[in-house]
């Protein structure tokens, strides 16, 4: 009996200490991991936002579900992070919205769709017929790709009303 009270003292005491020690390297990394997560994104917001200068993650909520992340251009606009399932597989792009409620920047960071229909998505033709609408404008889709491109426009329609939910 006494070594099972000194054993199951001993793998509390090294749980204690191991969980101690996740605990002290979890909140000496978790700022360095935020930091990089955004730099991840950071040259496709400067593309987006040439004239911002600060760069951050904020809270949002999305019933639809395809925002998953949202980041602020300090005193530029708002970049919506987004995935959306095409016909093949999921889409996943970027939409720059600026404080006027413009569309100002769209790329697109992962597409496996058909090449030639489906990944007409990331070509700059799709890319420039949305960048300069506004927040609520009709964005057409692509002919020959349609599900993927009307995804896609779903997506814009969720950042849209995270937008507005923001403004």
Do not use: C, H
């Not at 009996?1 to 978790?30: C, E, H, P, W």
């Not at 998953?68 to 919205?97: M, P, R």
């Amino acid at each position: 009996m006494k070594k099972i009270i000194t054993l199951t003292l001993f793998l509390a005491i090294i749980s204690g200490l191991a969980g101690a020690t996740l605990a002290f390297v979890n909140n000496m990394t978790s700022p360095i991991i935020e930091e990089r997560k955004i730099a991840a994104v950071k040259a496709t917001l400067e593309a987006i936002f040439p004239g911002a200068s600060e760069y951050k993650e904020i809270a949002f909520e999305d019933a639809s579900g395809t925002v998953t992340n949202v980041y602020e251009a300090v005193g530029a606009g708002y970049a919506f992070n987004v995935n959306v399932q095409g016909y093949k597989d999921v889409i996943t792009f970027i939409v720059g919205i600026d404080e006027a409620g413009e569309i100002v920047g769209f790329t697109v960071n992962y597409v496996n769709d058909t090449p030639g229909l489906g990944s007409k998505v990331a070509d700059p033709e799709f890319a420039n017929s949305i960048i300069g609408s506004k927040v609520g404008d009709k964005v057409d889709t692509i002919a020959g790709s349609t599900v993927s491109s009307a995804a896609v426009v779903k997506g814009i329609d969720a950042a849209s009303a995270v937008y507005q939910s923001l403004k």
